[in-house]
């Protein structure tokens, strides 16, 4: 069965940090891009950070560049993302998804991020 458990969300004030984890089972990570996606209350889910399944070249979308970091460990199934000097503008559920080659993808539950003061 195939599963991805998104934690490390919460609470945090502006201009903190977060570190998000993605860790999967029932599939062969190694052979999947990875990538992060939020969706904030009432608006549609947006792309934040892909990282290939060789650990390369990442990309990330321009609101989030040079603030947020995409990893990933192959040995530990995991995929990451560092959030540092969060904006209220931050704040939304944020999912992980494994983009297998020639797959439509599979995704997880969620994780909470919220910035406030």
Do not use: H
């Amino acid at each position: 069965q195939v599963r991805l458990v998104e934690s490390g969300g919460g609470l945090v004030q502006p201009g903190g940090s977060l570190r998000l984890s993605c860790a999967g089972s029932g599939f062969t990570f190694r052979n999947c891009g990875m990538s992060w996606y939020r969706q904030a209350l009432g608006k549609e889910r947006e792309l934040v950070a892909n990282i290939p399944r060789t650990g390369g070249t990442t990309t990330y979308a321009d609101s989030v560049k040079g603030r947020f970091t995409i990893s990933r460990d192959n040995a530990r199934n995991t995929v990451y993302l560092q959030m540092n000097s969060l904006k209220p503008e931050d704040t939304a559920i944020y999912y992980c998804k494994a983009r297998p080659p020639g797959g439509t993808g599979y995704w997880g539950q969620g994780t909470q991020v919220t910035v406030s003061s």
